[in-house]
């Protein structure tokens, strides 16, 4: 597609329950990159992917929180047994490789935990 | 972890004014990025910064990467309505991948 491209772009649970975000990176970019931004703050890392390998995941807040990268593509972040302060929006950004190329940001998961 | 500190916090200006705002970190940072946020959408690239010193132009906006590589500045010459959002600085600590991000400035224009 012509960009970063994610999905529900909300999201209403209620706590305890599973949610599992979807992000779908630009087309051929090896890296894909995952952030949450409380509301008034800047995005906060919490892991990176370089194709289907998960390179830093030192970012996740907890267990309760993963993500996946099966196939170098589409990738999943899943929230388990959410819990109230997990309401934010989820970024993805993806790259053409890693290091310090431009990440391209998609429009988010805003999350709310009720 | 690692922070970085933008100031100021919100600016509310005339149309035609320059801006100025700035970004610190404790620790030295690799490349220096400034983003620029809109309602509903995600960050998108402004300029990027790679070496200590370099002062970089993209149109009206102008942005420099300490000498120290631990600050930076972006400064936008005579606003207009269109540059209100949220800017963000944001840098790499590493040669990783992973993005630091300041807390934002909300820039707001008056016509």
């Known amino acids: 597609g012509a960009g970063v491209s994610q999905s529900p772009r909300y999201k209403v649970t209620k706590r305890g329950q599973d949610v599992a975000l979807r992000c779908d990176p630009i087309?051929?970019?090896?890296?894909l990159y995952w952030y949450r931004q409380a509301l008034g703050q800047g995005p906060e890392f919490l892991t990176y992917?370089?194709?289907?390998?998960?390179?830093?995941k030192s970012g996740l807040p907890n267990d309760r929180f993963s993500a996946e990268r099966p196939e170098g593509s589409i990738s999943t972040l899943t929230i388990q047994r959410t819990e109230q302060r997990d309401s934010a929006m989820y970024r993805c950004?993806?790259?053409?490789?890693?290091?310090?190329?431009?990440?391209?940001f998609g429009p988010g998961t805003r999350l709310l935990v009720l | 972890g690692q922070q970085l500190n933008q100031s100021p916090q919100s600016m509310f200006i005339q149309e035609g004014e320059d801006v100025s705002m700035n970004c610190t970190s404790s620790?030295?940072?690799?490349?220096w990025l400034w983003y620029k946020q809109d309602p509903g959408e995600g960050p998108v690239l402004l300029i990027a910064?790679?070496?200590?010193?370099e002062l970089t132009s993209n149109g009206r906006l102008t942005a420099q990467f300490g000498i120290t590589r631990k600050d930076s500045f972006l400064n936008i010459s005579a606003s207009i309505p269109s540059d209100v959002g949220i800017y963000f600085c944001?840098?790499?600590?590493?040669?990783?991948?992973?993005?630091?991000f300041g807390q934002g400035t909300t820039l707001q224009v008056k016509p």
């Open positions: 620790s030295i940072f690799n490349t």
């Open positions: 944001a840098g790499h600590a590493s040669n990783t991948g992973k993005l630091i």
């Open positions: 087309s051929g970019h090896v890296s």
């Open positions: 950004a993806s790259s053409l490789v890693g290091g310090r190329e431009t990440q391209y």
């Open positions: 992917f370089n194709y289907e390998a998960q390179q830093d």
């Open positions: 910064l790679y070496k200590a010193g």
